[in-house]
């Protein structure tokens, strides 16, 4: 169903259950589930979230400055990145780390074209440090990426299995859509992604997947096309 898509997966999904610091068991099965479905032919960018390691928003309440925080959120997305594409090539897929401004020799500098020359010969390309710039969140960096590089699809892998009426890990009453519009999900303000990450992805016409990563094998199912999680679309 999908050729090519941006996975953009949260800092804290690395982090185990505390969701804090680096868990090699996290990482083991984002890698193995990612391995898979790149030997399976799909063409998968990753952008990871810092939030495990340092998050800029929330460090300005504890006396960080907003521009120096969010660099240094930046930079735990590198950590993350660089961490993930060590266990992706145990699984004996290529995995390649670029950065959105200049960190060589720890990775490669961010072009387009050589990331997709990256996800065309079978490998898996990770783009880190966001947009390169202040004020801007991962989401909005997964969005442009994802236009960038031509993807199929965005898919956000979350701890919950998609998007619902409510946060079912505080509701238990809240339901799950299997799909909606943007338009249906801007007016519910329902959080699929922060507003400027939305409306790129609702200008640029990309569909967006919300789904478990947790659960092994879902990245492989919608590959196969199988419906997983919640399609929010056009």
């Given at each position: 169903?999908y050729?090519?898509?941006l996975?953009?997966?949260s800092g804290?999904?690395?982090?185990?259950?505390?969701?804090?610091g680096?868990?090699?068991?996290?990482?083991?099965?984002?890698?193995k589930?990612?391995?898979?479905?790149a030997?399976?032919?799909?063409?998968?960018?990753?952008?990871?979230?810092?939030?495990?390691?340092?998050?800029?928003?929330?460090?300005?309440?504890?006396?960080?400055?907003?521009?120096?925080?969010?660099?240094?959120?930046?930079?735990?997305?590198?950590?993350?990145?660089?961490?993930?594409?060590?266990?992706?090539?145990?699984?004996?897929?290529?995995?390649?780390?670029?950065?959105?401004t200049?960190?060589?020799?720890?990775?490669?500098?961010?072009?387009?074209?050589?990331?997709?020359?990256?996800?065309e010969?079978?490998?898996?390309a990770?783009?880190?440090g966001?947009?390169?710039?202040?004020?801007?969140?991962?989401d909005?960096?997964?969005?442009?990426?994802?236009?960038e590089?031509?993807?199929?699809?965005?898919?956000?892998?979350?701890?919950?299995?998609?998007?619902?009426?409510?946060?079912?890990?505080?509701?238990?009453?809240?339901t799950?859509?299997?799909?909606?519009?943007?338009?249906?999900?801007?007016?519910k303000?329902?959080r699929?992604?922060?507003?400027?990450?939305?409306?790129?992805?609702?200008?640029?016409?990309?569909?967006?997947?919300?789904?478990d990563?947790?659960?092994?094998?879902?990245l492989?199912?919608?590959?196969?096309?199988?419906?997983?999680g919640?399609?929010?679309?056009?």
């Open positions: 169903m050729k090519r898509v996975l953009k997966l804290e999904s690395l982090g185990g259950n505390s969701g804090k680096l868990d090699t068991d996290a990482l083991r099965k984002a890698a589930e990612v391995a898979e479905a030997k399976a032919g799909l063409q998968v960018a990753i952008v990871n979230g810092g939030g495990n390691i340092f998050r800029g928003l929330q460090g300005t309440g504890k006396g960080f400055d907003r521009v120096d925080g969010d660099k240094m959120g930046m930079l735990a997305t590198v950590i993350n990145s660089l961490a993930l594409s060590i266990f992706i090539k145990e699984e004996g897929v290529e995995a390649k780390v670029f950065t959105s200049p960190m060589e020799p720890m990775a490669e500098y961010y072009m387009r074209d050589k990331a997709v020359e990256v996800l010969r079978g490998g898996v990770l783009i880190a966001g947009t390169g710039n202040p004020f801007f969140t991962t909005s960096g997964a969005a442009l990426r994802a236009l590089i031509k993807a199929d699809a965005l898919l956000k892998g979350t701890r919950v299995d998609g998007v619902y009426t409510a946060d079912p890990e505080k509701d238990p009453s809240a799950r859509y299997d799909e909606l519009s943007f338009d249906e999900a801007i007016s303000n329902l699929v992604m922060d507003q400027t990450a939305f409306s790129m992805c609702r200008d640029g016409g990309m569909n967006i997947i919300v789904f990563m947790n659960a092994p094998g879902n492989r199912r919608i590959l196969d096309g199988e419906k997983v919640t399609l929010v679309h056009p």
